[in-house]
C-alpha cells in the first residue's frame, strides 16, 4: 500500500508522535447478517481488486469455500446452521479484519512500520516492513491475520484502503448485491444499524442488536445481528475480544525501552519464543533489525 | 414476469416458492429486500431445502419436491373455506361466473375425454356454454353448480390440510401459517408477489404448478396490482429474449403459432389462430393475428412475399409432430437426424438421462458446436475417465466446434425477466478466431443460398428467396437486426377511420405494433417488441432512471414489451369504475375521458368503464381464466405425483394406477422402461443451482471454481446417520439411469418429511459440474434424471425422481 503519510494514525513499533494536522472521518463497514445471502459476491470483488487468487480447493463437507483465511483469501463467508427455538436458522457471516480501535496486531508487532492504522480507523499492514514474525496472528483477537509460506508475510482485508483514499467503497461493499454490506463514516453507519435493529426486533429477534465490541476499543467492521447477545453462534465471532495480555505485557514494557534497542530485540525474542518456539528466518530478520538499531 | 424487478419492492408478501431467487436471483433479489427494509414486507419461502433464500425468510415451510400442486390446491381451498378472496375483483376479472359445458367431468384423476392409448385429452367438453348470440353464459350469482366457480371449489374440496400435510410432508401448523400469510393479501389494497423459477416448471406437471399459483393470485386480486403478479424469474441474461423471439419448434416469433400440417394453406391458419369473441365488447386483442403473421412474412421474405403468394405461407415449414428437446433427442437417438447445429447449448450436460443424449449424439454424421465455450458436449466422444466412459472408435460422429463470442464480446440486446429490452455494448473483442453468433450463422446461410443457387434442390425458393437485406451479407450489425425486427412500413399506412390520412410513412420504423397491417403495407420481426426502435431511434438504449410514481416503474429506461408496458393487466389495479384499489400504488387510473398514469395502460385508452371492456384483453372473453381449457392436462391442475414416486400411488386416487403421474405426460417406450422404484430407490431427489455457479459455464472460471471448487450432494442427518454417512464422505448417488460420485455434505437444511405415513428423504444434487474446466472434474449430474417431460412444454422432470445412496 502506498503510504498516506499525512493520514497515519499510530504506527507499529514507532515512538515518534503521528501527523495531526489533517482531520478525517472515521469510517466503518457494516455487515448486516440478517440481509446476507451468503452469495460470495464479496469474495469474488476481494480477489478481483487485489488481485490474489486462492487455489482450486476441495469440498470439505460445508459450503465454506475457500473453507478458511489464507493469504490469499482475505475474506470468506463463514456458514452456521442453528436451531434456535425450535426454527432451524442458517447463519452467515463474512469473516475478515475488525479493523479494531485497538488493534491487537499492531500493539503486538515488533516491525516497525509494518502495520498501520490511520486516521480513519483503517488498520492495514505495510508488507515491505513485514519481517513475518507472526506476533499479529497472536494479537489478534479475531484470528484473522495469515502468513504466507510463499514470501513470509503476513496478510489480511485492508478494507480497500486504497479505494477508501480516494473516496471509494470497499469494493466488497459495492458489489453486495442486497445491501447487506453498507460502508460510510461510523456514524451513519451506527444510525443505519439502530433502524435495522428496529425492524429485526419487529420480527421477533428480541436480542437483535450491534457488533461493536469495547473490549477492542470498537471495531471499524460491525454487524447487525439477529442475536447480538451471542455472538458464538456465528462460526465463532469472539463474545468479548480483548487482547492478548502477553501483548498488553510486551506493550507496557516496551515504551520505556524502546530506545533501548537490544532490550527490545531481547524481548521480542522472548515474547516470539513463548508464543511460537524458535524460528530460523525471524531471527535472522531481527539480527538484521538489530544492525540497522545500532547504526 | 407480470411485473417487474423493480417493483417487487412494491409487495406487502414476497413469496418463494418452485425457486430460489436469492441463489439463482441474487441481483434481483435485492428488490425483496428492499421491500422488508422499506416497507416492512414479510418475505416466505416454501422449498424441499432450507435455502439462502430461507435464511433471510420470515418464514420456511418445507415440502416435498414434486408435490407443489396439492401444497397450492390446498391454498384455493383454505382462501375458499375462510373466504378470503377477493370478491368483487373475482366475480368482474376472472371466469368465475361462466357456466360449463354439463358434459364436462372429473372423475377418479381424470377429466373428461381422456384418450388412454394416445395419453391425451379430446377436450370438446372443456368448453364454455354459448348463448344464441354465441357469446358464453354467465352466473352471475356464482351459485349454478355448473359456473366454473362451484367447480373450483368442488374440485378442491378435497385438498384439505390434513391432506395437504399427507401429500406434500409439510407440517399441517406449517402450512396454515404459510395460507395465513397469503390470505392476508385478499385484501383490496394489499399485494403477494411470487417469485418462482425452474423449480416450478422442471416437474411432468411443470406448467400447472404456475397455473395453480396464478389461480391463487386471481382469487387474491393480485394480478395487474403493483407488487403484484405472477413472476418468472428468468435464467441467463436473455433467456426471455430467446423465448420471445421464439427458438422452439412449435412457435414462431411473438407466441405466434408455428404452421403445422393441419393448416396447409394460409386461410386455414389465420382461421384457426385467430380467436372468436367470446364476450361483448371485449379486446381479444389476437384477432389481430393476420397483422403480426404477415408482417413477420414479409420481414422474412420481403418483396417476394405478396398477397397473391400469401405472403408465402407455403415456404413455411408445416411441422409433423414435437420438436422438443425430448423429441429431439429421441429422434436423433432412433437414428433419423443427420446433422446437429447446437448453438450456445450443452445439451450433454442439461438434458436428462446423459446416456441417452450421448449415445444419440454418437448417432449423427456431424456435430457443430457454436459456442465460446470447450463445451462437454463437443467431447461427447472423448473419454474422460469414469466421468465420460465412452469408446471413441465407435462414435462415427465428425465434430465441428465453431468459437463465437461471449456475451460480454457482442453487442445488442437483452431481455430481462420483467420484459425490458436493453441495448448492451461489447466490453471486449473476442479471442483469437472468436465471431458473433450472427456472423457465423450469416456467413452458413450465405454459403448455403450460394449452393442453393448454383446446384438448385427439391424447393430453393425458401432459401433464395429471403430477405437479407444487411450491408455486409456476413455479418449483419445488430442495429440493422434490431430495427428488422422492430419493423417498418413498406408503403405508406393509414389510418383506419379515415383512409386519406397516412399515419406512418413508407420506410418508416413504426412505433407500435397497432399500426402493422396485413396487406403487406409493414414488416416487422416480431411483433411484441415492435416500438423498441422507432423514429425516434433505439429505445432499449435509454438510461433514464427517473421514477416521479416511486414504484420504481421507470417509463424511459429501456423499452419493455409490449407497448413499453412495465405492468401486465394493469387495468385490474383499478375496480370496475376505474379507480385504483390502493391508491398509494396507482398504476393507473381512469381519469374522465382517458386511461393514464404511472405506467403504458393495458386497455383501450379510451374505453370508458361502462364500456365493460374487460382487463385481460388477450383472452376472447376479456377475462382471466380460474377454468383454462387451453391446457393440455386439464382446465383445474391436480395432484399428480411425479413419473418415480417414492409413495408408489397418488393418494388423491390411490385406487387407479393410471393416475398415479400425469396421464397426459408424452413418455416415450424405452423411457417408461427406465423409471426406477422406490423399492429400489427410496429417496426422492432434486436437482439445483448454486449461487457460485452458472449452469455449465463458470466452471471454466476459475473465480467460480474457487468458490465452490468440488461437486457434491446435500442430505439430512437422519439419512446419513442411517447410511452411516459423515460430512465429506464421498458417496455414490445411483438412479436407474447411471450413478454419480460427489462429497457429502450432511446438513440440517434437508428435512426428514412424513409422506402419506411414511418417512421420505430427499437427496439435493447441484448440477453444475462435468469434465471440462477448471473446477475439480465431476460427474454429469443428469446422468441421473428421468427423460419425461411437462405435458405442455416438455421441459424435463429434473426436479423430483429417484435414487439411492451409498458411501463409497
Given at each position: 500500500m502506498a503510504l498516506?503519510?499525512?493520514?497515519?494514525?499510530?504506527?507499529?513499533?514507532?515512538?515518534?508522535?503521528?501527523?495531526?494536522?489533517?482531520?478525517?472521518?472515521?469510517?466503518?463497514?457494516?455487515?448486516?447478517?440478517?440481509?446476507?445471502?451468503?452469495?460470495?459476491?464479496?469474495?469474488?470483488?476481494?480477489?478481483?481488486?487485489?488481485?490474489?487468487?486462492?487455489?482450486?480447493g476441495s469440498n470439505v463437507g460445508v459450503y465454506d469455500n475457500p473453507a478458511d483465511l489464507t493469504p490469499k483469501s482475505w475474506t470468506v463467508m463463514r456458514y452456521a446452521e442453528v436451531e434456535e427455538k425450535g426454527k432451524l436458522e442458517w447463519l452467515i457471516r463474512k469473516d475478515g479484519c475488525?479493523?479494531?480501535?485497538?488493534?491487537?496486531?499492531?500493539?503486538?508487532?515488533?516491525?516497525?512500520?509494518?502495520?498501520?492504522?490511520?486516521?480513519?480507523?483503517?488498520?492495514?499492514?505495510?508488507?515491505?516492513?513485514?519481517?513475518?514474525?507472526?506476533?499479529?496472528?497472536?494479537?489478534?483477537?479475531?484470528?484473522?491475520?495469515?502468513?504466507?509460506?510463499?514470501?513470509?508475510?503476513?496478510?489480511?482485508?485492508?478494507?480497500?484502503?486504497?479505494?477508501?483514499?480516494?473516496?471509494?467503497?470497499?469494493?466488497?461493499?459495492?458489489?453486495?448485491?442486497?445491501?447487506?454490506?453498507?460502508?460510510?463514516?461510523?456514524?451513519?453507519?451506527?444510525?443505519?444499524?439502530?433502524?435495522?435493529?428496529?425492524?429485526?426486533?419487529?420480527?421477533?429477534?428480541?436480542?437483535?442488536?450491534?457488533?461493536?465490541?469495547?473490549?477492542?476499543?470498537?471495531?471499524?467492521?460491525?454487524?447487525?445481528?439477529?442475536?447480538?447477545?451471542?455472538?458464538?453462534?456465528?462460526?465463532?465471532?469472539?463474545?468479548?475480544?480483548?487482547?492478548?495480555?502477553?501483548?498488553?505485557?510486551?506493550?507496557?514494557?516496551?515504551?520505556?525501552?524502546?530506545?533501548?534497542?537490544?532490550?527490545?530485540?531481547?524481548?521480542?525474542?522472548?515474547?516470539?519464543?513463548?508464543?511460537?518456539?524458535?524460528?530460523?528466518?525471524?531471527?535472522?530478520?531481527?539480527?538484521?533489525?538489530?544492525?540497522?538499531?545500532?547504526? | 414476469m407480470t411485473n417487474h424487478w423493480v417493483d417487487i419492492k412494491n409487495a406487502d408478501l414476497v413469496m418463494v416458492m418452485g425457486g430460489n431467487a436469492a441463489e439463482a436471483h441474487p441481483c434481483g433479489f435485492k428488490w425483496a429486500i428492499e421491500a422488508?427494509?422499506?416497507?416492512?414486507?414479510?418475505?416466505?419461502?416454501?422449498?424441499?431445502?432450507?435455502?439462502?433464500?430461507?435464511?433471510?425468510?420470515?418464514?420456511?415451510?418445507?415440502?416435498?419436491?414434486?408435490?407443489?400442486?396439492?401444497?397450492?390446491?390446498?391454498?384455493?381451498?383454505?382462501?375458499?373455506?375462510?373466504?378470503?378472496?377477493?370478491?368483487?375483483?373475482?366475480?368482474?376479472?376472472?371466469?368465475?361466473?361462466?357456466?360449463?359445458?354439463?358434459?364436462?367431468?372429473?372423475?377418479?384423476?381424470?377429466?373428461?375425454?381422456?384418450?388412454?392409448e394416445k395419453r391425451n385429452y379430446d377436450k370438446a367438453t372443456w368448453s364454455y356454454q354459448l348463448g344464441k348470440d354465441g357469446y358464453a353464459m354467465l352466473d352471475e350469482t356464482m351459485q349454478d353448480p355448473n359456473c366454473v366457480f362451484q367447480l373450483m371449489k368442488k374440485h378442491y374440496s378435497r385438498y384439505t390440510p390434513d391432506m395437504v400435510s399427507k401429500v406434500t410432508g409439510t407440517p399441517k401448523e406449517s402450512f396454515l401459517k404459510v395460507c395465513e400469510y397469503i390470505a392476508d393479501t385478499a385484501a383490496a389494497?394489499?399485494?403477494?408477489?411470487?417469485?418462482?423459477?425452474?423449480?416450478?416448471?422442471?416437474?411432468?406437471?411443470?406448467?400447472?404448478?404456475?397455473?395453480?399459483?396464478?389461480?391463487?393470485?386471481l382469487l387474491l386480486g393480485n394480478m395487474g396490482m403493483a407488487g403484484g403478479g405472477i413472476n418468472a424469474l428468468r435464467g441467463h441474461a436473455n433467456v426471455q429474449g430467446i423465448t420471445d423471439m421464439c427458438?422452439?419448434?412449435?412457435?414462431?416469433?411473438?407466441?405466434?403459432?408455428?404452421?403445422?400440417?393441419?393448416?396447409?394453406?394460409?386461410?386455414?391458419?389465420?382461421?384457426?389462430?385467430?380467436?372468436?369473441?367470446?364476450?361483448?365488447?371485449?379486446?381479444?386483442?389476437?384477432?389481430?393475428?393476420?397483422?403480426?403473421?404477415?408482417?413477420?412474412?414479409?420481414s422474412f421474405y420481403g418483396n417476394a412475399a405478396t398477397k397473391e403468394n400469401d405472403y408465402a405461407y407455403d415456404w413455411m415449414p408445416k411441422i409433423d409432430g414435437a420438436y422438443d428437446t425430448l423429441a429431439l433427442f429421441d429422434k436423433m437417438h432412433q437414428g433419423k437426424i443427420?446433422?446437429?447445429?447446437?448453438?450456445?447449448?450443452?445439451p450433454l450436460a442439461s438434458v436428462s438421462n446423459k446416456k441417452k443424449v450421448g449415445d444419440a449424439l454418437a448417432k449423427l454424421k456431424y456435430l457443430v458446436v457454436i459456442d465460446p465455450l470447450a463445451t462437454d458436449t463437443s467431447e461427447f466422444w472423448k473419454p474422460h475417465g469414469e466421468f465420460n466412459e465412452v469408446d471413441p472408435s465407435k462414435v462415427p460422429t465428425e465434430v465441428f466446434r465453431l468459437p463465437a463470442n461471449l456475451f460480454a464480446e457482442q453487442t445488442g440486446s437483452y431481455t430481462n425477466s420483467g420484459r425490458v429490452i436493453q441495448w448492451h455494448w461489447k466490453a471486449a473483442d473476442g479471442p483469437g478466431e472468436s465471431k458473433d453468433d450472427s456472423e457465423i450463422l450469416a456467413t452458413l446461410f450465405v454459403k448455403l443460398r450460394d449452393m442453393y443457387a448454383k446446384d438448385g434442390g427439391k424447393l430453393p425458393d425458401p432459401i433464395l428467396k429471403m430477405s437479407w437485406p444487411y450491408r455486409n451479407p456476413n455479418k449483419p450489425l445488430p442495429e440493422e437486426l434490431a430495427m428488422e425486427i422492430n419493423g417498418k412500413a413498406l408503403g405508406d399506412v393509414f389510418d383506419p377511420k379515415d383512409k386519406t390520412k397516412v399515419i406512418v410513412k413508407a420506410g418508416d420504423q413504426l412505433a407500435s405494433f397497432a399500426q402493422m397491417r396485413d396487406d403487406g403495407s409493414t414488416s416487422g420481426g416480431n411483433w411484441l417488441y415492435c416500438g423498441m426502435w422507432s423514429q425516434a431511434g433505439n429505445l432499449t438504449a435509454r438510461r433514464d432512471n427517473s421514477d416521479p410514481s416511486g414504484l420504481g416503474q421507470t417509463l424511459n429506461w429501456g423499452f419493455a414489451w409490449p407497448a413499453n408496458r412495465?405492468?401486465?393487466?394493469?387495468?385490474?389495479?383499478?375496480?370496475?369504475?376505474?379507480?385504483?384499489?390502493?391508491?398509494?400504488?396507482?398504476?393507473?387510473?381512469?381519469?374522465?375521458?382517458?386511461?393514464?398514469?404511472?405506467?403504458?395502460?393495458?386497455?383501450?385508452?379510451?374505453?370508458?368503464?361502462?364500456?365493460?371492456?374487460?382487463?385481460?384483453?388477450?383472452?376472447?372473453?376479456?377475462?382471466?381464466?380460474?377454468?383454462?381449457?387451453?391446457?393440455?392436462?386439464?382446465?383445474?391442475?391436480?395432484?399428480?405425483?411425479?413419473?418415480?414416486?417414492?409413495?408408489?400411488?397418488?393418494?388423491?386416487?390411490?385406487?387407479?394406477?393410471?393416475?398415479?403421474?400425469?396421464?397426459?405426460?408424452?413418455?416415450?417406450?424405452?423411457?417408461?422402461?427406465?423409471?426406477?422404484?422406490?423399492?429400489?430407490?427410496?429417496?426422492?431427489?432434486?436437482?439445483?443451482?448454486?449461487?457460485?455457479?452458472?449452469h455449465f459455464w463458470t466452471k471454466h472460471s476459475k473465480l467460480n471454481a474457487i468458490l465452490q471448487p468440488e461437486q457434491f450432494v446435500e442430505i439430512g442427518e437422519e439419512l446419513a446417520k442411517e447410511k452411516g454417512i459423515a460430512n465429506g464422505d464421498k458417496v455414490k448417488v445411483r438412479s436407474n439411469r447411471g450413478f454419480i460420485k460427489a462429497v457429502a455434505v450432511v446438513t440440517k437444511r434437508i428435512p426428514t418429511l412424513m409422506v402419506d405415513g411414511k418417512k421420505v428423504h430427499t437427496v439435493g444434487i447441484p448440477i453444475h459440474w462435468g469434465f471440462k474446466g477448471v473446477t475439480k472434474p465431476g460427474f454429469i449430474t443428469n446422468t441421473l434424471t428421468p427423460y419425461v417431460g411437462d405435458a405442455n412444454s416438455q421441459t424435463p422432470e429434473f426436479k423430483a425422481f429417484l435414487v439411492n445412496i451409498e458411501k463409497i
Open positions: 498516506q503519510s499525512l493520514d497515519i494514525a499510530r504506527r507499529s513499533a514507532t515512538t515518534t508522535p503521528a501527523p495531526g494536522v489533517r482531520q478525517t472521518t472515521e469510517v466503518a463497514k457494516l455487515i448486516d447478517v440478517s440481509t446476507c445471502i451468503g452469495c460470495k459476491a464479496c469474495q469474488v470483488a476481494c480477489m478481483e481488486w487485489n488481485d490474489i487468487r486462492d487455489e482450486v475488525m479493523h479494531c480501535a485497538d488493534p491487537g496486531c499492531l500493539k503486538a508487532c515488533p516491525a516497525p512500520g509494518a502495520i498501520i492504522q490511520y486516521a480513519n480507523g483503517i488498520v492495514d499492514f505495510h508488507q515491505e516492513n513485514c519481517i513475518g514474525c507472526g506476533y499479529c496472528v497472536t494479537g489478534c483477537p479475531f484470528n484473522i491475520p495469515r502468513i504466507s509460506q510463499e514470501d513470509s508475510k503476513a496478510y489480511k482485508c485492508t478494507l480497500c484502503s486504497d479505494r477508501v483514499a480516494v473516496g471509494q467503497a470497499p469494493a466488497c461493499a459495492k458489489v453486495c448485491p442486497t445491501g447487506a454490506i453498507q460502508f460510510g463514516s461510523k456514524e451513519q453507519m451506527k444510525d443505519y444499524a439502530a433502524k435495522r435493529v428496529v425492524d429485526l426486533k419487529s420480527r421477533g429477534y428480541d436480542k437483535a442488536g450491534l457488533y461493536d465490541p469495547a473490549g477492542v476499543g470498537g471495531t471499524h467492521v460491525m454487524y447487525v445481528l439477529h442475536h447480538a447477545d451471542r455472538p458464538e453462534l456465528y462460526k465463532g465471532l469472539p463474545n468479548d475480544p480483548g487482547i492478548s495480555p502477553l501483548v498488553s505485557l510486551w506493550k507496557g514494557l516496551a515504551k520505556p525501552v524502546a530506545t533501548v534497542a537490544m532490550a527490545a530485540v531481547a524481548l521480542g525474542s522472548l515474547f516470539h519464543y513463548v508464543m511460537k518456539g524458535p524460528n530460523e528466518v525471524s531471527k535472522e530478520l531481527e539480527d538484521e533489525l538489530e544492525k540497522e538499531d545500532a547504526k | 422488508k427494509k422499506e416497507r416492512k414486507a414479510k418475505l416466505i419461502v416454501v422449498d424441499p431445502r432450507f435455502t439462502r433464500s430461507a435464511a433471510v425468510a420470515d418464514y420456511y415451510a418445507p415440502v416435498r419436491a414434486g408435490s407443489d400442486i396439492a401444497f397450492l390446491g390446498g391454498v384455493i381451498s383454505y382462501l375458499l373455506t375462510n373466504d378470503k378472496i377477493h370478491h368483487e375483483y373475482v366475480k368482474n376479472y376472472t371466469n368465475a361466473a361462466y357456466l360449463i359445458n354439463p358434459d364436462f367431468k372429473f372423475d377418479g384423476g381424470l377429466f373428461s375425454g381422456y384418450n388412454a389494497n394489499k399485494t403477494m408477489t411470487i417469485l418462482y423459477a425452474l423449480g416450478w416448471t422442471q416437474h411432468s406437471h411443470g406448467s400447472q404448478n404456475i397455473r395453480t399459483m396464478a389461480m391463487i393470485q427458438l422452439f419448434g412449435a412457435s414462431l416469433p411473438g407466441y405466434m403459432g408455428c404452421p403445422n400440417e393441419k393448416e396447409p394453406d394460409f386461410k386455414t391458419y389465420i382461421e384457426k389462430r385467430t380467436p372468436k369473441m367470446l364476450r361483448p365488447n371485449q379486446m381479444n386483442y389476437w384477432q389481430n393475428y393476420s397483422k403480426f403473421f404477415v408482417s413477420l412474412m414479409k443427420n446433422g446437429f447445429v447446437c448453438q450456445g447449448w450443452n412495465r405492468i401486465l393487466y394493469n387495468r385490474a389495479s383499478c375496480d370496475m369504475a376505474g379507480k385504483p384499489w390502493d391508491a398509494k400504488r396507482t398504476v393507473i387510473k381512469w381519469t374522465g375521458d382517458k386511461w393514464a398514469g404511472n405506467d403504458v395502460p393495458d386497455m383501450r385508452p379510451n374505453a370508458a368503464p361502462d364500456e365493460n371492456v374487460m382487463p385481460f384483453i388477450m383472452t376472447g372473453e376479456g377475462v382471466a381464466r380460474l377454468f383454462a381449457p387451453g391446457m393440455a392436462d386439464g382446465p383445474f391442475p391436480e395432484h399428480y405425483e411425479p413419473f418415480e414416486t417414492p409413495i408408489d400411488k397418488n393418494p388423491f386416487h390411490p385406487d387407479n394406477p393410471k393416475v398415479t403421474s400425469n396421464p397426459a405426460a408424452r413418455v416415450y417406450k424405452n423411457d417408461m422402461e427406465v423409471f426406477g422404484k422406490a423399492k429400489d430407490f427410496p429417496y426422492v431427489c432434486t436437482t439445483y443451482r448454486l449461487v457460485e455457479h452458472f
